[in-house]
């Protein structure tokens, strides 16, 4: 039985030369509140770093015109030009490797990685005329689309539109299409029943090691096998917790599959209230 994650806390440090940078990652320490003097300067990366998740300190006018949640032919509709972000391929959601090599090990812990993300930090919102590309595999903050997905099961839903789900406190599940199908489902099944807002989508950059994931924003937690009480309390402590905790619904459903439904409440007040209701343990 796996008990807890192994928790990475990768810390924000300002720097007077460089602004915001990353420090080592600390192994088992509490994840401490963002750093209330950060004076806007690039995150996480100085333009020398050619990192793309950056705000430089005079572009909070620059993003404004960019609004979330509004469809427009001229940014973002949802369906003109979909395909800078993904082209259909069946490569994002599908197995070319033995399922073997992504059986669950009991003996292989789930490794969660929190980012000490500034409160000041606003991410860009990006039309569909900029290609927008990550320095992490698994991104959980960063510039994204302007609308984001409806809640639900995806055939694929790209990094760059989930990211806004997250941004609004939503959790996102994310698994290889190698992974060991009953603990897929598993998963998918507590999701489903912890939350409204949720994502689930395959994602092809997860590990043999660790083919499952559970994303909230600036938090993962990546797993082998799927521990009942570790994704719970992940979901407990991490869900709703987005800079923007808004609980409408998206307007992007390219390959949406199975919508969402309403656990306890459409703002999600009562947090896995369907598992409590169940046998799970």
């Avoid at 993003?63 to 800078?84: A, E, L, P, R, Y």
């Avoid at 033995?98 to 039309?127: G, R, T, W």
């Avoid at 960063?142 to 839903?157: A, D, I, N, Q, S």
Wanted: glycine fraction near 6%.
């Amino acid at each position: 039985m796996i008990h807890g994650a192994v928790l990475f806390v990768l810390t924000l440090c300002i720097n007077s030369k460089d602004g915001l940078g990353l420090k080592s990652p600390i192994l088992g320490v509490p994840f401490s509140e963002p750093n209330e003097k950060w004076n806007g300067k690039w995150f996480p990366y100085s333009p020398m770093d050619d990192g793309n998740n950056v705000i430089p300190s005079n572009i909070e006018m620059t993003q404004k015109h960019i609004q979330m949640g509004v469809i427009s032919d001229d940014c973002d509709n949802g369906k003109d030009n979909i395909t800078v972000d993904w082209n259909d391929s069946p490569i994002n959601y599908t197995c070319f490797d033995k399922k073997s090599l992504y059986l669950p090990n009991i003996d292989v812990q789930p490794i969660e990685v929190a980012y000490n993300i500034p409160k000041e930090y606003a991410a860009m919102h990006e039309c569909m005329n900029t290609t927008i590309k990550y320095n992490y595999p698994i991104p959980t903050f960063g510039p994204h689309r302007p609308l984001w997905p409806k809640y639900g099961e995806y055939l694929f839903v790209p990094v760059q539109r989930w990211l806004h789900n997250l941004e609004h406190g939503a959790i996102v599940m994310l698994y290889h299409p190698c992974a060991n199908v009953c603990e897929t489902e598993y998963l998918k099944e507590i999701v489903k029943n912890c939350l409204y807002r949720h994502i689930i989508t395959p994602y092809t950059l997860l590990t043999m090691d660790r083919p499952l994931a559970l994303l909230a924003w600036g938090h993962s937690l990546e797993m082998s096998k799927v521990d009942t009480a570790t994704v719970i309390n992940f979901i407990r402590r991490r869900a709703l917790q987005g800079p923007e905790r808004i609980s409408r619904d998206g307007d992007y459903d390219h390959k949406l599959v199975n919508p969402a439904k309403v656990v306890s409440d459409q703002e999600d007040s009562d947090l896995c209230i369907g598992i409590r209701s169940k046998e799970w343990f």
